[in-house]
């Protein structure tokens, strides 16, 4: 199974602030990555497919880069709203794998 | 409108066994790959198992092979997720989910608990 290696597993950030999360995967997937964002109590919701693709609705402060092995969410000026966790998910092939997560904590 | 509802959720002892469903409406069901993901209390996102639109092909998380089978009802635009053996580790709340590019839908999720 493709390992999805994420980091950090938390930040602590302010309002304004850039912020960037990466994902590695063990081997190769192209460009198959989205980029998930969750709050407490909710389900996932999906803010960037294809590595690098924006989802419709989501603010365009969100962007995705990367293919292969190496992938970023890079957030441009963090919101209040934006405080959640992060997870990558690699879908190239099965079994689907999550990256560990991203918590972006209020400094 | 897609909706994906969940159901079948609650608690049981270890060793039980469980059978979700998940009621798709508003696409074509048939036609698409659908996918149980879970979450355990306080901890990440865990993909369990992935069924093709026809039925003929299903995966499965290490985690859950040889316990859970995936099934689906294209008639009834049901999912299904037949749970057995059940330990204290597959205590999450389970969610149905329709991924497929830019369409990404996840239901509300069903509790599942497993205790003595």
């Known amino acids: 199974a493709i390992q999805m290696t994420q980091s950090p597993s938390s930040l602590s950030a302010s309002v304004g602030d850039r912020v960037t999360i990466t994902c590695r995967a063990s081997?190769?997937?192209?460009?198959?990555l989205g980029w998930y964002q969750q709050k407490p109590g909710k389900a996932p919701k999906l803010l960037i497919y294809?590595?690098?693709s924006l989802q419709s609705g989501v603010p365009s402060r969100f962007s995705g880069s990367g293919s292969g092995t190496d992938f970023t969410l890079t957030i441009s000026s963090l919101q209040p709203e934006d405080f959640a966790t992060y997870y990558c998910?690699?879908?190239?092939?099965?079994?689907?794998?999550f990256g560990q997560g991203t918590k972006v904590e209020i400094k | 409108e897609v909706q994906l509802l969940e159901s079948g959720g609650g608690l049981l002892q270890p060793g039980g066994s469980l059978r979700l469903s998940c009621a798709a409406s508003?696409?074509?069901?048939?036609?698409?790959?659908m996918s149980w993901v879970r979450q355990a209390p306080g901890k990440g996102l865990e993909w369990v198992s992935a069924?093709?639109?026809?039925?003929?092909?299903?995966y499965y998380a290490d985690s859950v092979k040889g316990r859970f089978t995936i099934s689906r009802d294209n008639s009834k635009n049901t999912l299904y997720l037949q749970m057995q053996s059940l330990r204290a580790d597959d205590t999450a709340i389970y969610y149905c989910?329709?991924?497929?590019?830019?369409?990404?839908?996840w239901g509300q999720g069903t509790l599942v608990t497993v205790s003595s």
């Open positions: 508003g696409f074509t069901f048939s036609s698409y790959a």
């Open positions: 294809t590595a690098s």
């Open positions: 989910a329709w991924r497929s590019g830019w369409r990404d839908f």
């Open positions: 998910l690699q879908d190239h092939n099965y079994p689907w794998t």
């Open positions: 081997q190769g997937i192209r460009n198959d």
């Open positions: 069924i093709v639109g026809s039925g003929a092909r299903t």
